[in-house]
């Protein structure tokens, strides 16, 4: 049986600013395509980026799907002595997990596994839980023990145990979720909302960097903003729910004309996505005016093209955030090239890594805001 585990750390240090480095890692659709694999993986395992976002994710089990593009992870370590993890830190889920010594499938024999067995501080705590993927499911118990970021030791983390197939070539470990506790599986308490009651950072917020093009650089900054990151000034965005970090965006444009959203949508600022998803009506539109043609649910375009590629820009809150085709296309198997905007079934837009590159990202807990400013 693959088991989960949920882990609780128990701690108090003087506040202070905490940054972890992320690694720019290579992707899993990377892999898998020099591999030869890339095809059929997609076609057993399909691209459904909002099965995260169920409606039953909050009361019952947790989804994810399967992103191969994701790419950037921090370490982090879970018990006494500590063992380490890759883990992508995801502001669109509340739990933290890890595989462990009890899974034995093909995903998690490729990963670091938590061994209980090797924590002094490790406590069982036995409540079963479940994970539903898109493409597969996880499942297993509650435990307790020490999460150690730097030099917080911060209370409750999850750890999973059983891993869906597609983890298999991803080179984080696992999941490190930075959303609301309302989301988090078996109520477990997040990190950072351990953080947060414990007083041990100096603000109630963290951000993050995503570096567009180095390997390193890239960081998540818990207590504050590390103002090297950006360039000139924060706009801060009210939430619309305060469940995932959830906004409203006024329309998608581009040479001043709705493209997309054009009587407002709700959008995602999530990590632990790696493009921009809308809803499939509004993502044929983008991608028709910017000339891409829909191949096996992915948009092409010509990588020639690129510089001559008109912008795209997401008017929220009466400001502009713009990207340019630098931006949101990118280079894939055999030289071709693809946009970042990806369709789902439903009404919600998800904005990740693709956004999240150009825009310096601010998770303002305590007032439930989101900062946005152009990332250096």
Known sequence: MKWAFAVFAMVSLSKCLVQIPLEKGKRARVVLEEQGLWEEYRQKYPYNPMAKFDGSFAVGPESMTNDACLSYYGVISIGTPPQSFKVIFDTGSSNLWVPSIYCNSAACNNHAKFDPRGSSTYRQNGRPLSIT???????????????????????????????????????????????????????????????MNGGLINLNLFSVYLSSNNQRGSAVTFGGVDTNHYSGSITWIPLSKELYCQITVDSVSGNGQAVACNDGCQAIVDTGTS??????????????????????????????????????????????????????????????????????????????????????????????????????
């Open 275 to 376: 493009m921009i998803v809308g809803p499939q009506s509004d993502i044929d539109n983008i991608n028709a005016w910017l000339g891409a043609s829909s191949q096996n649910g992915e948009y092409i375009v010509n990588c020639s093209n690129i510089g001559q590629m008109p912008d795209v820009t997401f008017n929220i809150n009466g400001n502009q955030f713009t990207l340019p085709a630098s931006a949101y296309v990118y280079q894939v198997q055999y030289s071709s090239c693809i946009t970042g905007f990806g369709a789902t079934g439903g009404n919600m837009w998800t904005l990740g890594d693709v956004f999240l590159k150009q825009y310096y990202s601010i998770y303002k807990r305590g007032q439930n805001m989101l900062g946005l400013a152009k990332a250096r």
């Open 133 to 195: 993927y898109g493409t597969g499911s996880m499942t297993g118990i509650l435990g307790y023990d020490t999460v150690t970021l730097f030099s917080i030791l911060a209370s409750s983390f999850c750890l999973s145990q059983t891993e869906a197939p597609f983890m298999q070539n991803m080179q984080a470990d696992g999941i490190f979720g930075l959303a609301y506790p309302s989301l988090s599986l078996s109520s477990a308490t997040p990190v950072f909302d351990n953080m």
